[in-house]
């Protein structure tokens, strides 16, 4: 149970994380390696790249072995504190 309330997960599982931003500058780089501070074994597998119609913004799709609320929780904080990211779902 996470100290926020129960959770409706059951660990571990795999939980995909959206993240997006814009196009360049070593986003999807970043990000990843952001997400490996909390999952090392993450496999290149694991994450899918898609850009936006225009070119502009870039959607990283990172499927995360998770094995406790809080480690995703530590996700979504780093992920959301990075100035390149726009949105993170």
């Known amino acids: 149970m996470s100290e926020q309330g129960p959770t409706l997960l059951e660990f571990p599982c795999d939980f ?19 997400v490996r501070r909390h999952v090392p074994d993450l496999s290149e597998g694991a994450i899918s790249l898609r850009a936006s119609r225009g070119g ?8 995360v072995r998770a094995t406790s609320q ?5 996700i979504y904080r780093d992920i959301t504190a990075c100035d390149k990211v726009v949105m993170a779902l």
């Open 16 to 34: 995909p994380i959206k993240i997006m931003g814009r196009s360049g500058e070593d986003f999807d780089t970043e990000v990843i390696a952001l």
């Open 70 to 74: 809080e480690q995703l929780d530590a």
């Open 56 to 63: 502009n913004y870039l959607s990283v799709t990172v499927t």
